[in-house]
């Protein structure tokens, strides 16, 4: 053909194939687009619930958050939107809580920025997040969905972003790295897919470009997951460049490009994810992940012993093992469609066009099959959920034969889509959360407690209230809830004990010492006792109910082999002068979890145990005369006896009633030899019934009864059973 000669015009038929497929991706966009409006104003649709009980979900004309985590990143966002993030990460007391990352985490400047062009609030920004990140999950689910199976598969699957649980992570007010934890993850899948199969020199460098900016964004928003991003970033890289190797046709050149060129690509693509984690959290943040390891991370969740000590896990509901109904109920609406789901994951597998996916698939298939051992990792197990689905699907709408199999198939690929779209309407399903942990009367309780403080001091609470209670208050705590990390077991054994203790001297000694310390303390004590933890914890609280004085007889009785020298470091060591201000804050936090902490408190290293309390809370709506009946429980006042309506289910007499009427406490003894304690307030229709072993802890002593001589306990603020604030003093016999 001539230079002159033109190419035949495309025919009708190719013209028309043009045109329909551009029609078809037109309504597909258009499809995806209405499902990201959709994520958004379902999510949004509980703003209409929250401004209907604003008296429960707003605080000073700002929504509350109702994850306890998500006043972590809104304290961080405060503090660098004060620029003062650097001075609160160097006063962090980091014996006792973990001290935050380099680099504020990108949640907290996220929320700070947008508060502060919008003049808003920070609580607004944060509540809202969820509503706007969450839907954005549909994106690389409909790309992974396209891949696997074309169009129709990538809209099936980005209904994971309206299973329950998923939204409920996603919803108004729950500010969490879960907004984008799975979004960040699948699209590293999808770029890693991508990487592989392009043969473009140019595409290849932009895609790993591109990848990498994505790893970065993902640690620097989930770091305390920076080492397991990593490794799966390495992972998808290292199938990339398999996948891409054996690709190649055999009578192809072996590259596009000379061999240092593809060795250095891939080199740098390989050796650039740990420059990014070193970067975004810092040395010593990376130092501690891997001395901790992958394995210490999964034998937290697996709620494996820590040595002596009990895993903090065991007191999360999140991280205990779900049902099979939970499972199916939470993830993708009913049991039903998790087997079709199931079945589509069993023929992805199975698939040769989608086989040599798999591997890109490994590391969110582990993550999804973990949410059958851990509520927390649903999910991650709702988008694997999805593929299957939408895998199956796809084979139902793509069988070839006579009109009727397809019709039959078309008509199981509709029902199998119902399936899995009509639970989501189901009424009740929840699509929100309220808070409930947080409410109006707790933020002010706790906001208070910044002008009843000095800026030194340092709030004793349980683990779960540390993050709300050191946003609201802007004080110190001493515990919070970083409780994955190695020896956590061991820091809430000790910040458990004084509130079980029934020994106000002992009990306040302790938390001084320990406030001041933390575990470095406790190793140096364990150091020159004799490495042993029992006998060093045995001595800790022998040594702090004996008091200054009597302690020094004691160093040189039980330890006579230490030098003088030594014997005054313990001494020191144990009552120290430069202790920070200790102040006990007492709430509802306490009331609800004594169950563990009372465990926490009793725990004996040498035995591997401790006692969990029987504690019940009690409230009803009508006064009470002589019988109480509740949900959970009946008494009878007048005869003391007690019908326990909990797993327990058992019937048992009451030893005594301390009944509060208003104005001073009557005790009314039954005469039974043992049995349980009841304690009632009449102005509140609430009280609870407990053992001895509670009764006389310092918990008890303080909270209900108040009871405890200000000599070492001093009440700064009593607010009846909602909030209590008590100044620790130290010990008068203190030099």
Partial sequence: MSSTEQTDPPSPAARTGDHQHRTWWLITLLALLLILVAGWLVRLHALDTWSTLRDRTFHQEAPLLTGLDSYLYLNLAHQWQQSNYDRHRAEHPAHLTYAPTHWTPLPSILIATVA???????????????????????????????????????????????????????????????????????????????LAETASERKRLSIALTMAGFLFITVWWWQSAALEMTAIYLWLITMAWVVSRRSRPVASPPSLSPPYRQHLFWGGVLSL???????????????????????????????????????????????????????????????????????????????RSTRRLVPFLLPIFVLGAYGFLSKRFLLFTAPVLALGMATLVHLLFTV???????????????????????????????????????????????????????????????????????????????????????????????????????????????????????????????RLSGEDPTRSLSLLKQWMAAGPERTRSLIKETLPTLTQQQQERLHELLFPEDAPPVYLY????????????????????????????????????????????????????????????????????????????????????????EGFTLVWFDPLNQGVLMEEAILESLFTRLYFLNNVSDRYFVPVSIRGLQAQLWRVNPDPDTP
Wanted: glycine letters at 8%; a positive charge; hydrophobic letters at 45%.
């Fill in 586 to 673: 007492l709430s509802g936090f306490f009331r609800h979890t004594v169950h563990w902490w009372s465990w926490f408190g009793s725990w004996q290293p040498d035995q591997k145990r401790g006692h969990h309390r029987v504690f019940v809370n009690i409230h009803t709506d009508q006064p009470v005369t002589d019988t109480i009946e509740t949900p959970t429980l009946t008494a009878d006042l007048k005869t003391g006896w007690v019908h326990i309506l909990r797993e327990e289910k058992k019937t048992a007499p009451l030893y005594r009633l301390l009944r509060h009427d208003g104005q001073r406490l009557h005790n009314k003894q039954y005469g039974h030899p």
């Fill in 273 to 351: 994810p740990p420059l990014i984690s070193l970067a975004t959290v810092g040395y010593e943040s990376v130092a501690n992940i891997l001395s901790n390891g992958l394995w210490g991370a999964a034998s937290y969740v697996a709620g494996v012993e820590q040595g002596l000590f009990p895993n903090p896990s065991t007191t999360i509901s999140e991280l205990q093992a779900p049902t099979l109904e939970m499972v199916a109920v939470s993830t993708i609406g009913s049991p039903v469609a998790l087997v079709l789901a199931l079945i589509g994951l069993a023929l992805l597998l199975l698939q």
């Fill in 400 to 526: 070839k034969g006579e009109s009727l199999k397809k019709r039959a198939a078309w008509f199981a690929g509709i029902l199998v889509i119902a399936s899995c779209v009509i639970p989501l309407f189901k009424p009740g399903t929840g699509i929100y959360r309220l808070p409930d942990r947080i409410t109006p009367h707790t933020a002010t309780n706790m906001a208070d407690l910044g002008a009843m403080t000095p800026k030194n001091a340092i709030l004793w609470s349980w683990w779960d209230a540390g993050f709300p209670l050191r946003y609201w208050s802007q004080r110190q705590v001493a515990a919070d809830g970083f409780v994955h990390l190695p020896r956590t077991g061991e820091h809430l054994v000790h910040l458990a004990f004084p509130l079980t203790s029934s020994d106000p001297r002992q009990a306040a000694n302790f938390m001084r010492f320990y406030a001041r310390h933390g575990l470095p303390g406790v190793d140096e004590l364990r």
């Fill in 116 to 194: 502060s062009i919008s003049a808003l609030d920070l609580r607004w920004p944060a509540a809202l997040a969820g509503p706007f990140l969450g839907p954005l999950l549909a994106i690389p689910l409909f790309l992974l969905g396209w891949r696997l199976g074309g169009r129709m598969a990538g809209l099936v699957a980005t209904a994971a972003g309206f299973f329950p649980f998923y939204l409920s992570r996603t919803s108004v007010g729950w500010f969490d790295t879960d907004l984008l934890n799975v979004t960040l993850l699948l699209s590293l899948v999808v770029l890693a897919i991508a």
